[in-house]
């Protein structure tokens, strides 16, 4: 299936510093309660760029789909203000088997004593989300080649489909993840190619509205493994918007 290429939007995105929801990303960003491995985030995620590119503001229902420790759950929670609310998606395997408990630990403490009180844990399965019809904005970063590399494509498209019954008409799902080539090892390295989940998203029901190069980094050759010191937080990698048809 040919897709037709989304319009590119630049890098060069600055935070208005008049912009409440840049105030309240960035006074999140300096709590002195954050996690201690959230600041070095920071900067490979750009969260408030990419919540201007996806369309978040305050008051919405987002979901961060696949939480794992709660990075974005965490930035979601301030750009939608108290008003808002996010769904920190994650599956009981995830919290309980993955990591020796890593990500139940975090995840717990990141939530104790109410400190996000907008933030609603949300254990369900990929491919059942539920939450039909309620979400304004879902977020889904560095997952989709696990899907498809070792679920299948059937698999990846369910997965989507799921994310796309969770969202309103007209609701945005915004799609991260590691660049792969054609040919390479995509599967070893934990990538995939752009034009794979521009596709899978499509057959999944989504409209592929625009791509960012936030994340391009030409210094990533795409051979390395993600993970890899070399190029760990620093990887080339897209950020494709996509929305739900209002009908």
């Known amino acids: ?6 319009l590119v939007l630049s890098a060069l995105v600055h935070a208005d510093e008049t912009d409440p929801m840049a105030i309240r990303i960035a006074e999140q ?31 919405m229902v987002a979901l961060d789909v696949g939480a794992y420790a709660g990075y974005t759950t965490e930035m979601l929670a301030a750009a939608v203000g108290p008003e808002g609310t996010v769904y920190a998606h994650n599956t009981e ?12 630990r975090t995840m717990t403490e990141r ?8 933030v609603v844990m ?4 990929y491919d059942d989300l539920g939450l039909d019809n309620q979400v304004d904005v879902a977020f889904l970063g560095n997952l989709l080649h696990d899907f498809y590399h070792r679920d299948g ?11 796309h ?20 090892t995509n599967k070893a390295l934990h990538r995939m190619t752009p034009h794979t989940a521009r596709e899978l998203l499509t057959q999944a029901g989504f409209r592929i509205e625009a791509e960012s ?35």
């Not at 309660?33 to 369309?55: C, K, S, T």
């Not at 939530?111 to 907008?118: C, E, G, K, S, W």
């Not at 949300?122 to 399965?125: A, M, T």
């Open 122 to 125: 949300h254990l369900r399965e």
């Open 29 to 59: 960003q300096m709590a002195p309660d954050r996690h201690q491995w959230d600041q070095r985030r920071d900067a490979a995620r750009r969260p408030y760029d990419v919540f201007v590119f996806l369309g978040v503001a305050e008051g």
């Open 213 to 247: 190069d936030l994340f391009s980094n030409p210094d990533d050759d795409h051979s390395l493994m993600v993970y890899n010191d070399e190029i760990y937080l620093k990887t080339d990698r897209f950020l494709i918007r996509a929305r739900k048809p209002e009908q």
């Open 153 to 163: 494509e059937e698999n990846a498209v369910a997965f989507l489909a799921s994310i």
């Open 1 to 6: 299936m040919l897709i037709a290429a989304p």
């Open 111 to 118: 939530l104790a004593d109410d400190r996000l009180p907008n």
């Open 165 to 184: 019954a969770a969202l309103k008409p007209g609701g945005v799902l915004g799609v991260m993840d590691h660049v792969g080539i054609d040919g390479g």
């Open 93 to 104: 395997k995830v919290l309980k088997t993955y990591a020796d408990g890593y990500y139940d």
